[in-house]
């Protein structure tokens, strides 16, 4: 085991503050860590970014955030900058071990009854040949249909700060994912976002049949939680919660500290 006066915190990167859904999940594996959660608010939503200027936004961000937290790992909880910018960040700091959040198509493939998939991701996963890898390697065997929402991220965001969203408009956003064919129906839908399953339990109300709505955010921590060395006891120090714009909204404070995060002040990673 690791001694404490040797710890370092854990780094949980998003693009905003779907990446809770993780940092949750987290937390329950490594109790004895403490962690640092990043939301990119000054660069999202990812969805529209040319992928040239993303990849060097995050790898540049990176460059900065490494320098001031120093941390065990880095965990990736965005699939759009994951299956863009992952092996970038691999290159551009070998010495660090990276959590990536891709698609869950393989665990989808092998639970799927009817043979029918939907994916729910950003425009920017969907485009990915990274995701269109998995699906050749894991997939092959079923029918998946990619489902780009460009409005679903903020709607997550604006939902998990309590605003109330329009059944109407949420319904139009996971319509596409529900497919009838041949007598078989949709019965599986990755949830290729960490902001979704948020919103889970309005997808199951608005959904026109049961579906199993796959979560990635335990398998994400799991993969963490062999990477990090155990602790003997509590490491000192406390959670914290950093935004790249450096001014959070009031709601965003309330839910950090409803989460047991502290919010950075002055951060200097928007600089």
């Not at 299956?83 to 198509?105: K, S």
């Not at 949420?170 to 976002?193: H, M, N, P, S, Y």
Request: charged share 20%.
């Amino acid at each position: 085991m690791t001694t404490t006066n040797s710890a370092k915190p854990i780094l949980v990167f998003d693009s905003g503050i779907g990446g809770l859904t993780v940092l949750r999940e987290a937390r329950v594996l490594m109790p004895e860590r403490h962690f640092i959660y990043v939301a990119d608010d000054a660069g999202f939503p990812y969805g529209p970014w040319e992928e040239p200027a993303l990849k060097a936004h995050v790898i540049a961000l990176f460059d900065r955030l490494l320098a001031e937290h120093d941390p065990e790992i880095c965990v990736i909880a965005c699939n759009t900058a994951f299956t863009l910018v992952g092996a970038g960040l691999r290159a551009a700091f070998p010495a660090m071990p990276f959590v990536g959040t891709v698609p869950a198509i393989k665990p989808a493939a092998e639970r799927t009854r009817s043979g029918l998939v939907s994916v729910l991701a950003t425009p920017g996963t969907v485009k990915r040949a990274y995701t269109r890898d998995l699906i050749q390697s894991f997939a092959s065997q079923c029918d998946v249909r990619l489902v780009g929402s460009e409005r679903l991220a903020p709607m997550a965001e604006a939902y998990i700060r309590g605003e109330t969203l329009a059944d109407d408009a949420v319904r139009a956003e996971i319509a596409q994912c529900f497919i009838e064919q041949d007598g078989r129906k949709t019965d599986i839908v990755v949830l290729a976002c960490t902001h979704y399953p948020f919103m889970a339990n309005l997808f199951r109300k608005l959904a026109p049949w049961p579906v199993d709505w796959l979560d990635p955010a335990e398998a994400i921590a799991r993969q963490a939680r062999r990477l990090v060395p155990p602790l003997e006891t509590l490491a000192p120090g406390e959670d914290i919660a950093v935004f790249t714009s450096g001014n959070p909204d009031f709601s965003t404070c309330r839910l950090m500290q409803g989460f047991g995060l502290q919010i950075e002040s002055n951060s200097r990673t928007n600089r």
